[in-house]
């Protein structure tokens, strides 16, 4: 007796997980792209924005938290909200998260109830005033550590934090800032500039430079560099000035709720606005220093490059309804067969690994991208007249 055939299998294996990788910089086009996807206006984007670092600003200083433990909450909190959507949480209890988690990276340890006693405690008198032991606290201090675990899976469990006070201090001192007038105010201006995504997109060196120009401009100081030239000498730091915008945009339009945009009437910030937009054309400056924006030509065959790109795709995005639901933020983790999803259905099909070596996650996806490729073909099969295989 023949022993039967043995059937080929047919399946593809496991799945290959999904790698997400660590970016430590975050460009324009990308955070509009992000915004699009998770389906929130410009306005409300501002708006739950400002609150959420106004919130993690109060608090941290009313635990008397370093600066620096403010600047990573702040970067947790701006990539969190990128990767997840507004109605998914609470803007407060994802600044809450963000602080918490903030205080273990920097080894400032707070615990959660602590952060949100100091929270609650901020709105009443000194007598009306509740312990962190409280069991007012107990069922929001769980949903708080629920939520830490999603700040470092939207981050990347990326640790890689930038402090540009350490710098901008350095730089005061060498450019002879007054340290009670032009120098202290721009180290307020650095606090602002993490109420904007700037630190997602630029460098220690160009948020400093950026705080003590505007600084500069704000008390007319003349800048002497130490080779005796007028102006900031930003080759030799091999950054560039095409990013002070960002802080102009804030103090123009928000400035109530800042440190510094409520010493200074708008009328000096817009001011300084004409002029450093003139300067920008003159010097064929680019508003943001990286744009990928869509694969459009002109008559000539060159692709489009603004100098200032406009918000026509963003604003598409948001409006449209049944299309927002198709987009899905790049900053999610993909496999090797390139699939994106949310991330409740990615835990069913398979595992996420956190990495920071982009090169490394390409290779490893091209390696694995050949066993799960769905290959079909033709093949002809003779019988003859018995029913047997010739």
């Known amino acids: 007796m023949n022993s039967p055939t043995s059937r080929p299998d047919c399946s593809t294996g496991p799945h290959p997980s999904f790698i997400h990788v660590a970016k430590p910089y975050v460009f324009e086009h990308e955070i509009r792209q992000h915004t699009a996807a998770t389906g929130v206006s410009e ?57 918490f988690t903030a205080c273990k990276i920097e080894d400032t340890l707070k615990k959660s109830r602590e952060i949100l006693c100091a929270a609650y405690n901020l709105r009443l008198a000194q007598a009306d005033h509740l312990s962190p032991d409280d069991s ?18 939207a981050s990347g469990f990326d640790f890689r934090n930038r402090y540009p006070q350490k710098v901008l201090i350095k730089l005061a001192k060498l450019y002879n800032f007054d340290k009670e007038t032009a120098a202290k105010t721009a180290y307020n201006m650095c606090c602002d500039l993490y109420r904007t995504f700037a630190p997602l997109k630029q460098t220690t060196l160009t948020m400093a430079f950026a705080c003590l120009e505007l600084s500069a401009r704000l008390w007319g100081i003349q800048i002497e560099n130490p080779q005796g030239k007028d102006g900031f000498d930003y080759e030799r730091w091999s950054t560039t000035r095409e990013e002070v915008m960002d802080l102009l945009d804030l103090y123009t339009h928000h400035r109530a709720t800042t440190i510094v945009g409520q010493n200074y009437s708008l009328d000096t910030f817009i001011a300084i606005r004409i002029t450093l ?10 508003r943001y220093t990286e744009w990928v924006g869509e694969k459009k030509l002109n008559s000539n065959g060159t692709k ?33 067969t390139e699939a994106r999803g949310r991330p409740s259905e990615r835990r069913r099909d398979g595992t996420v690994r956190f990495m920071l070596d982009p090169e490394r996650a390409r290779r490893e996806n091209v390696a694995v991208a050949d066993y799960f490729k769905s290959e079909e073909g033709v093949m002809e099969i003779e019988y003859d007249g018995g029913g047997r295989r010739r």
């Open 43 to 99: 306005a409300k984007e501002d708006s739950m924005r400002l609150l959420g670092i106004a919130w993690i600003d109060s608090v941290r200083k009313a635990l008397q938290l370093p600066v620096r433990t403010y600047n990573t909450a702040a970067v947790y909190y701006h990539k969190f909200r990128l990767v997840h959507a507004d109605i998914e949480y609470s803007f407060l209890d994802a600044a809450a998260a963000a602080l």
């Open 136 to 153: 007012h606290f107990e069922s929001h201090s769980k949903a708080i550590i629920g939520l830490e675990r999603l700040m470092l899976e």
């Open 277 to 286: 937009n003139q300067e920008a054309s003159a010097g064929n400056y680019h």
């Open 304 to 336: 489009a490059s603004p100098a200032t790109p406009d918000r026509d795709s963003a604003s598409e995005n948001r409006e449209g309804g049944n299309r927002r639901h198709r987009l899905s933020p790049p900053m999610r983790p993909t496999s090797a």
